[in-house]
């Protein structure tokens, strides 16, 4: 019954890069808010991208911005995050998320309604 399936992760070295999917699993995403956020550790867990119901704006944490680029397919229900130059820092488990009611703006310090299990993403020097 989990709302998303996340995949793409994996190991990589310092340079590569990653393309992570978010599919909706029964439930139509294309008039949601969407996000990927990634926890590093236990007790913090930043959001990295947003994107509108529309996949016209998005946001982007400062530490990502250059580097991710959050997309969505309302043809295959999905959303992704392209992420190149990965450095070490950026490993975490990344989660993808929805807000069903708020928009963009509202949802950037967390809040979100929907979210799937996780895909680890590890980058090595």
């Known amino acids: 019954q989990a709302p998303f399936v996340e995949s793409g992760g994996g190991s990589v070295r310092a340079g590569d890069s990653l393309n992570l999917s978010c599919s909706g699993l029964g439930r139509p995403l294309g008039t949601f808010t969407m996000a990927w956020f990634r926890q590093a550790t236990p007790n913090e867990r930043e959001g990295v991208a947003f994107?509108?119901?529309?996949?016209?704006?998005?946001v982007y944490a400062d530490s990502v911005k250059g580097r991710f680029t959050i997309s969505r397919d309302y043809a295959t229900n999905s959303v992704s995050l392209q992420m190149n130059s990965l450095k070490p820092e950026d490993t975490a488990v990344y989660y993808c998320a929805a807000s069903i009611l708020r928009g963009i703006s509202d949802v950037q310090d967390g809040g979100m309604d929907l979210w799937g299990k996780g895909t680890l993403v590890t980058v090595s020097s």
């Open positions: 994107i509108d119901w529309s996949g016209r704006q998005t």
